[in-house]
Structures are given as structure tokens and as C-alpha cells.
């Protein structure tokens, strides 16, 4: 148990519920008034669902939640309004406006790639939690780290009996109560890391700049290669993959779903900062191709 879990045993501060809305398809379902409440938030909560979600697999949901409530906003290919994904541009766009994500790279890369829609100002409380303890975790971990509650509906079991679970209509209500749950956790795990931070200088800064650097991953290249080993290529969990991408500084490889993959049958996306290094990433991986 770190110290930060430790001084937090026992403490689960309770989560404030507020009102769900969605999945909004079009414009008409909102009112006046909950467009107001959306607009006049100095913050507000983003989280994003998909079919392995990334500028390679189909966006889905996009949740938005203040203080009061949780709009889910259903984009979908099959889904989306002109007027819908204009709202959710101007709102992610606007520089005022501060977006708390956890773990952001795939859904920034989601909106930019997608929806052409570019976050800005994002507080990633992943990379906020990784400056502050060293860890980069799930999100029901990290809320459990600052003594908030996890979602209860998280189920891992569900994207491996149903990987494309997120692009089946109607949505189950099991799915509105995930999504919008996770969204509704993350404005109180910002307050308690912002406490956190408050507690060493410069602590601050630094998770701000970690999370302008998360925010930015839209802006990698990216590749997709197929992988026949997928389990031996990952490694127990995960170290495989992360000691291949630290041999090549900047990349990131993620796992794509062939059957629903934007860029062709492959089942991994390869991103780099450059050229040179997405060629080079790309050859760390022939040992397992």
C-alpha cells in the first residue's frame, strides 16, 4: 500500500449524484435551460466510449458532466447530428473551459481524428496521479488511491464477451449508468489531487504540463501492423508491450480490434513522433509479426 492509499484507508467520500441526460441524438432533446447549465460550467468532466476507442476505432459516446448533470452525447457514425458534433466543438474547444479526463490520449485521438474536434485545456488525472505518486493507473484505482468511490458499474467482462458492445442501439441502461458514472467520479478526484498538490510546490505545474503532454497525443503519427501473437507480444500485464515502446522514445502501441478497425484488418496501432520513430517502432514489433 503506498503512503498516499494508506492515509486515505477507510475513507470513501460519497459521490454526488446528479441527473443523467442522453444519449442525446439531437439537438431538440436539450432544453434551454440544460444548455445553459452545460455552458456556464468553469469545468466540466469528459469521457469517451468506443469499439476500442482511438483515431482507429469508432467513436461512441461522449459524456460531459457538471457539478448538477451528465449529458451523454451519442456520436456514433450512424448517430451523430451536424448540430451535435458542432456544440461539443465549440465547448471542447474553448480555452476557458476546463475538461477533467482521465487518461485522455485515446479520447483526444478519438475527437481530433473523428469528430475533428481538438480538447483543449484538459487536466488529465492519470498523468495528475502519475506526477503525484508515481503510479498510472485504471480509473477505479486512482479514485480509490484519494479515498473516492469506484464506479460499481465497471464490468472488464463485458468488452470480453461483447468487444463492439459500444456500437449496439438501442444502449442498454447498464451502459448509460457505466458511462455516466465515470464521468460524474472525476470533478471530485480532481478536487482531492488538487488538495494533493497543493501539499508539495510546484507540484501543480508540473501535472498541468503532464497533462497539456497527454492532451497533445492527437498530434502523433501513427501506423497499424498485425500482430500474430497478441498475448506474447503484450506480456503479463502489459510489460512486454511497455519494454518494446521504451526502447523508442514517444511510442505508444495500442491494441486495435480487426473487426471494426478504421485503417484496415490489423490489430495493432503503432504511434510515434515522428516518421523516423514510427519506422523504428514498427520494426521493434517483427520479432512477433
Given amino acids: 500500500m503506498d503512503q498516499l492509499t494508506g492515509q486515505m484507508a477507510g ?18 432533446q436539450l432544453s434551454a ?22 483515431r482507429a476505432g469508432p467513436i461512441s459516446i461522449v459524456s460531459l458532466a457538471t457539478e448538477t448533470t451528465c449529458f451523454l452525447f451519442d456520436v456514433l457514425a450512424s448517430q451523430r447530428t451536424p448540430g451535435m458534433v458542432t456544440l461539443l466543438k ?22 481530433h481524428h473523428q469528430l475533428n474536434i481538438t480538447v483543449m485545456n484538459v487536466r488529465d488525472t492519470q498523468a495528475w496521479d502519475q506526477v503525484l505518486t508515481g503510479h498510472r493507473s485504471n480509473l477505479n484505482n486512482t479514485l480509490v488511491r484519494y ?21 449496439i442501439r438501442p444502449i442498454k441502461q447498464r451502459l448509460i449508468d457505466y458511462a455516466s458514472r465515470d464521468a460524474q467520479s472525476l470533478l471530485q478526484l480532481r478536487e482531492q489531487q488538487r488538495a494533493k498538490a497543493a501539499e508539495t510546490p510546484g507540484a501543480e505545474v508540473r501535472c498541468v504540463e503532464a497533462s497539456r503532454q497527454a ?26 508491450m511497455a519494454r518494446l515502446a521504451a526502447q523508442v522514445p514517444g511510442c505508444h502501441y495500442q491494441r486495435a480490434d480487426p473487426r471494426c478497425c478504421l485503417y484496415g484488418d490489423d490489430n495493432l496501432l503503432v504511434y510515434a513522433d515522428d516518421e523516423e ?13
Avoid at 475513507?11 to 431538440?28: E, H
Avoid at 465547448?91 to 475527437?111: F, N, T, Y
Fill in 147 to 167: 479515498g473516492c468511490l469506484p464506479n460499481g458499474e465497471r464490468d472488464r467482462d463485458l468488452y470480453t464477451t461483447k468487444p463492439a458492445i459500444w456500437a
Fill in 215 to 240: 492532451a497533445d497525443f492527437f498530434k502523433k503519427f501513427m501506423t497499424t501492423t498485425k500482430i500474430s501473437n497478441m498475448g506474447y507480444f503484450i506480456g503479463p500485464e502489459g510489460t512486454n
Fill in 277 to 289: 520513430q514510427l519506422t523504428k517502432a514498427v520494426c521493434a514489433t517483427a520479432p512477433y509479426i
Fill in 11 to 28: 475513507i470513501c467520500l460519497a459521490r454526488k449524484k446528479g441527473s443523467v441526460v442522453g444519449p442525446v441524438r439531437d439537438m431538440r
Fill in 33 to 54: 435551460a440544460q444548455l445553459a447549465d452545460l455552458r456556464s460550467a468553469p469545468v466540466c468532466a469528459l469521457d469517451c466510449e468506443g469499439v476500442g476507442l482511438s
Fill in 90 to 111: 465549440v465547448l471542447l474547444a474553448d480555452p476557458g473551459w476546463i475538461k477533467v479526463i482521465h487518461d485522455s490520449e485515446m479520447d483526444v485521438d478519438a475527437l
